[in-house]
């Protein structure tokens, strides 16, 4: 098994470009996740799935659009890059839904720079 | 809500010292509590978990107990390595996932 995927490994855009990070899972799991992790603030969570089809918003949706066509698949768009989404981002998936003792695997992340 | 509040670091440490990271949560319920570890240019990874109150998770030496009458949950290890070092974060499993805010862990031999 891969695992949780994740393209590309680093990206630099310039302030209005959008762009489209890549998210996959091989393990079958139904919840899928994407995380920014800035210094001094952890993770925060950006949107999540509890299967395909349903998606819904965490704590710093704006300015990100997610979808969630197949089980595998969890993609995260940048509409309009700023920057302030300068940021190392990280998708995460667990077999259940939170509140469940599942744990959650993590990609390697995608390191963005918006200049 | 929930939240996750974890000691404040960088925390720098001879080998073989002994490592305390503490970790308090809030939560409505009974959350999973976990500890994840991640190393230099990479994704997090589990390091230990638990799931009720009084369950000790264990790992590569690591250890912590879930003490649901202080709401803890602090990371413990008797003695720590140089390959220890690393960025070590505490985590809830309530309505969603919390974590805390990250302690940078670094070994010196």
């Known amino acids: 098994n891969a695992g949780v995927t994740q393209t590309p490994k680093f990206q630099v855009l310039k302030t209005g470009q959008s762009m489209t990070l890549q998210c996959a899972q091989d393990?079958?799991?139904?919840?899928m996740s994407w995380y920014r992790q800035d210094p001094g603030m952890g993770l925060r969570l950006i949107h999540y799935?509890?299967?395909?089809?349903?998606?819904d918003q965490g704590e710093v949706p704006n300015g990100y659009n997610v979808s969630r066509s197949t089980t595998e698949d969890f993609p995260l768009r940048l509409l309009s890059a700023a920057p302030s989404q300068t940021s190392v981002y990280f998708c995460?998936?667990?077999?259940?839904?939170?509140?469940?003792?599942?744990?959650?695997?993590f990609g390697p992340g995608t390191r963005l720079t918006v200049t | 809500g929930d939240s996750v509040t974890q000691m404040e670091g960088p925390v720098t440490l001879s080998e073989e010292a002994f490592l305390t990271i503490n970790c308090t949560y809030t939560?409505?319920?009974?959350?999973?509590l976990f500890w994840y570890v991640q190393y230099p240019g990479e994704g997090l990874q589990l390091l230990l978990k638990?799931?009720?109150?009084?369950d000790k998770g264990s790992n590569k030496g690591f250890e912590a107990t879930y003490r649901k009458e202080t709401t803890s949950f602090h990371l413990e290890k008797g003695s720590v390595q140089v390959s220890d070092s690393a960025v070590y974060f505490c985590?809830?499993?309530?309505?969603?996932?919390?974590f805390g805010t990250g302690t940078s862990l670094t070994v010196i031999p």
């Open positions: 995460a998936s667990s077999y259940g839904m939170t509140g469940q003792s599942y744990e959650q695997y």
């Open positions: 939560a409505t319920g009974y959350p999973s």
């Open positions: 985590a809830l499993s309530g309505n969603q996932f919390y």
């Open positions: 638990a799931t009720k109150a009084d």
């Open positions: 393990m079958n799991h139904e919840y």
């Open positions: 799935s509890v299967g395909a089809g349903i998606t």
